[in-house]
Structures are given as structure tokens and as C-alpha cells.
């Protein structure tokens, strides 16, 4: 109670303060060139001398470099400094510019705190100082600038908590205050800023459960809380927002189930719930409500439950991640209807099978990648497999897969990656193995493949590793075969006894 009051009586008398220092304050265009001027001096690197050459005294201050003053008052109106690698402050006399409307320091070195006297910039609607290194608590002057409309301090040093006269700033459309050490709960008052588009709160330290957000932040399309330590459930009230594209609530400590509201917006592109402790079944309409989902990750969970075969009705799908939770049964051989699907990653779960996932020959998308990372999936590697004519990776590690690897797989030219091993595969490699001239990765240890390794493998000139050990490959091993510019990793028992050798 008494540093809330302490806090609420210096908000008053920096409000008396700047209201005073304003009405004695006569500004013109010299005193934009002066605030700039100091700024310059604070300025102790430019390595590509843009201010040097440009900023002097001699000349009108609206001709100086990355400045813009209005047409009607010939004040400074606009400073863009971004991506310039200056390292510097700013100084108090930075307030001086009272007709500036956009700030953008973004990608510099700039440092400190910043001054207080920024309060007087009250027409300032543009303020990006991403990526410096700002110290101290987030200013609460932010409050007096109630035209401001985007505020992002991304990537800067900031503490403390999130000023609860935010809610003055009534036009905002952006907050920003991603990777930061911001601390303490979300003000519920965030809920209360009617024109918020975008909230972004990724990285910092913020702790207690996520507000509730009401009807009035109706306009929101991105929020984007991950990586703090947030307890609790997820509000049943976000599902409301229909207005919301991308929602990612990654690395928390979330529990309880996920609120079915959320799967019946129809605007929602992304949902990113990876790394939480959510439990609960996926419902089977899951997709029936999100014709515009692209992006679905919820990995690292306690989900459980069989895959809702209905996720082919998220026809514009184009990551699916539900790695490390406990969902059993099969994988459903609706998934081959997912045209538009680029990665999959079901690793870590307890399927029962997967013979029927790629019988479909309907995915056949760009950029299309498996990845079935530590799972029990059982059975075969279907021959239909080769119908997926532009896949990139497919990795099915630590699994109970038997049989041969099927000849189709060593005729899709586009094949990056090829990992399969700790399983129960056989057989031979086949000499169409020289077929995956984009190769980068081929693991295959841990199996029980014979047979002597083919010259074919020379053909792989892009190939990058090769993990071949634990096997029962027999016969001599022609080193000529491994002599690939790009390759740095051999991983088998003879080759590395043949290497060292010859070294």
C-alpha cells in the first residue's frame, strides 16, 4: 500500500512537472535543431559516420539525414534511426521535440534510461526502440502520451512490472515488450485497451495467471505470451475474441484442459501451445471451426486420447506438432488428405501403427517433412511412401518399425533427410540409394541391415552425415566412396578404424 502511493504521488508531480515545463517552455524549429544536436554529442559511435557528415549546424534541420519535418509548422516531425549502429543515449533534451510523431530507434546500441522529459513528446504516435540496450522499469510516463498507437521495446533490458497507466494510452493498436526482464502479474487493465491489435509479452519473467480478457480488447489479432512462467488454466474468455490470427502461449506453466472456444474461430491461423503441462482429449471437431489454420503446435503436453480423425477438415494445415504427450491408438489415414501439410511431428507418444498413414497419395505439398521422433509406432514402412514425391525429411527414430526400407523411398530425388534409426529394419541397401543426389543426413544405425554398403553412396554429394553403425553390414568398405567435399560426420565402426589409419 505505501509504495503504491509513493508510486501514484510521483506520478503526480511529474504530471505537474511536465505540465508546468510545458507551459513555460516556447519551442520553435532552432530548439528541434538544439534537442538534436545533444543528441548527436551523446552519440559516442557512428561507424558509418551518417550523423558526422550530416547532422551539423550550418544547415536547416530538415534536411539532415533520416529527419522529417511537417509541411505546415516546418517542425520536426519524424526520426528514423533504425539499423544505423549507433551507440549513445538519449538526452533530457530529447523532450524538446514536441511535434514529433514517429521515434524509431530500432537495431542501434543505444543505452540508459530513458529521460523523463520524453513525457512532453505528447503528439508522439510511433515509438520503436527494439533491440538497444534501455535499462530501468518500464517508464509509467508512458501513460501521459495518450496518442500513441505502437509501443515496442523488444529486445531492450527493461524490469519492473507493466505499468498499470497503460491504460491511458487508449489508441494503442501495439504493445511490444518482448524479451525483456519485465516481472509481476498482466494487469487486468491490458483487457480494457479497446483498439489493441497486437500484444506481444514473449520472453520475460512474468508469473500469476493469464487475465482475463474481456469483450472490449475485441480488435485483438496477435497475442503472443510464451516463455514466461504463467500458471493456471487458459481462460475460457480468449475463444471469444474472434478477431484473433495467431495465439501462442508456448513454455509456461500451464494445466488443466484447452477451452474448446478456441477451436471455433474462424480467423485463428496459428495456435502455439508447445510446452506446457495441458491435459485433456483433443475434441473430434477440433478443425470443423478453423477453416484458416495453418500452423498447430502442442507438443510437449500431457494431451492424451486418440488424434481426432477430423483434423483433415484443417485443409490449410501446414505444421502439425504433438510431439511428447500421450496420445495412443493409430495414426489416423486421414492425415493424407492434409495437401497443404509441410511438417509433421508425432514423436514420443504411444501409437499403435502407422501403416496407414501414408497410403494416401494426395500429399504431395512442397515442403512436405515426418517427423516421428521416439514414439511405439509399430508395423511396416508402406511402399506408398514413395508417393510423396517432394518430401524433404522424414525421420522415425527409436520406434518398432520391422521390415526392409521400401525401394520407393530411394526414388524421391528431393529427400534431405533420411533418419531411421534404433528399429528392427532388414534387408540390404539397395543401389538406388545414389538416387538422393540432395541428401544431407543418413542415419540408419542401430538396425539390422546386411550386406555390403553400395559404391552409390558416392552419388550423395551433398551429403553432409552418415550414421551407419550397429548393424550387420559385411564385406571391404572402398574409402573412395566417402570422398564428399561436404561430408563431416562418418559414424561406423570400420569406417573409422579405415580413416584413422590411412591418417
Not at 67 to 82: A, F, I, P
Not at 169 to 177: C, D, F, G, P, V
Not at 225 to 231: M, T, V, Y
Request: glycine share 6%; net charge neutral.
Amino acid at each position: 500500500m505505501k509504495k503504491a502511493l509513493t508510486s501514484f504521488l510521483f506520478t503526480l508531480l511529474l504530471l505537474c512537472y511536465v505540465i508546468s515545463s510545458s507551459a513555460m517552455t516556447k519551442t520553435n524549429i532552432t530548439t528541434d535543431q538544439l534537442a538534436l544536436l545533444s543528441m548527436k554529442s551523446q552519440i559516442i559511435s557512428d561507424p558509418f559516420h551518417f550523423l558526422d557528415e550530416s547532422w551539423s549546424p550550418a544547415t536547416s534541420v530538415c534536411s539532415w539525414v533520416r529527419v522529417t519535418c511537417g509541411s505546415h509548422h516546418r517542425r520536426v516531425k519524424s526520426l528514423n534511426l533504425s539499423n544505423m549502429t549507433l551507440t549513445g543515449r538519449i538526452p533530457a533534451e530529447f523532450g524538446n521535440l514536441t511535434f514529433l510523431v514517429s521515434l524509431d530507434l530500432e537495431s542501434n546500441n543505444f543505452h540508459g534510461n530513458l529521460p523523463q522529459e520524453m513525457t512532453r513528446l505528447r503528439r508522439l504516435k510511433f515509438l520503436d526502440l527494439s533491440f538497444n540496450n534501455f535499462r530501468g522499469e518500464v517508464p509509467s510516463w508512458f501513460g501521459f502520451l495518450h496518442q500513441l498507437q505502437f509501443l515496442i521495446l523488444r529486445k531492450n533490458s527493461f524490469t519492473g512490472p507493466i505499468p498499470s497507466s497503460f491504460s491511458n494510452i487508449s489508441a494503442l493498436e501495439t504493445l511490444n515488450l518482448g524479451f525483456n526482464s519485465i516481472e509481476g502479474q498482466i494487469p487486468q487493465v491490458i483487457g480494457s485497451l479497446i483498439n489493441l491489435r497486437k500484444l506481444n509479452l514473449r520472453g520475460n519473467i512474468l508469473i500469476g495467471s493469464i487475465p482475463v480478457l474481456h469483450l472490449n480488447a475485441s480488435k485483438l489479432e496477435i497475442l503472443d505470451i510464451s516463455s514466461n512462467s504463467l500458471q493456471g488454466n487458459i481462460p475460457e474468455g480468449i475463444g471469444n475474441l474472434h478477431n484473433m490470427k495467431w495465439l501462442a502461449i508456448q513454455y509456461n506453466q500451464l494445466t488443466g484442459s484447452i477451452p474448446f472456444t478456441i477451436f471455433n474461430n474462424s480467423r485463428i491461423e496459428l495456435i502455439a501451445f508447445t510446452g506446457n503441462s495441458l491435459s485433456g482429449n483433443l475434441p473430434n471437431g477440433l478443425c470443423d471451426g478453423l477453416p484458416k489454420l495453418e500452423e498447430l503446435y502442442l507438443s510437449i503436453n500431457k494431451l492424451q486420447g486418440h488424434m481426432p480423425k477430423r483434423l483433415s477438415n484443417c485443409t490449410q494445415l501446414k505444421i502439425l506438432g504433438l510431439t511428447q504427450n500421450e496420445f495412443d491408438g493409430p495414426i489416423p489415414s486421414e492425415l493424407g488428405r492434409l495437401t497443404n501439410l509441410q511438417a509433421l511431428a508425432l514423436g514420443s507418444n504411444l501409437f499403435t501403427s502407422m501403416n496407414y498413414l501414408m497410403n494416401a497419395s494426395t500429399i504431395v505439398s512442397n515442403y512436405f517433412r515426418i517427423y516421428l521422433y521416439y514414439t511405439l509406432t509399430a508395423g511396416i514402412i508402406p511402399q506408398e511412401i514413395g508417393n510423396l514425391v517432394n518430401l524433404m525429411k522424414l525421420a522415425v527414430e527409436r520406434n518398432q518399425i520391422t521390415g526392409s526400407v521400401p525401394i520407393s523411398i530411394f526414388n524421391i530425388s528431393s529427400l534431405q533427410m533420411l533418419s531411421l534409426p534404433r528399429n528392427n529394419l532388414s534387408g540390404f541397401l539397395p543401389r538406388e540409394i545414389g538416387n538422393l543426389t540432395k541428401m544431407q543426413a543418413l542415419a540408419l544405425n542401430k538396425n539390422r541391415f546386411t550386406g555390403e554398403i553400395p559404391n552409390e553412396i558416392s552419388n550423395l554429394v551433398e551429403l553432409e552425415e552418415l550414421v551407419l553403425g550397429d548393424n550387420g553390414f559385411s564385406g571391404p568398405v572402398d574409402m573412395e566412396i566417402f570422398n564428399i567435399s561436404a561430408l563431416r560426420t562418418i559414424v561406423h565402426s570400420t569406417i573409422y578404424q579405415e580413416a584413422s589409419h590411412q591418417t
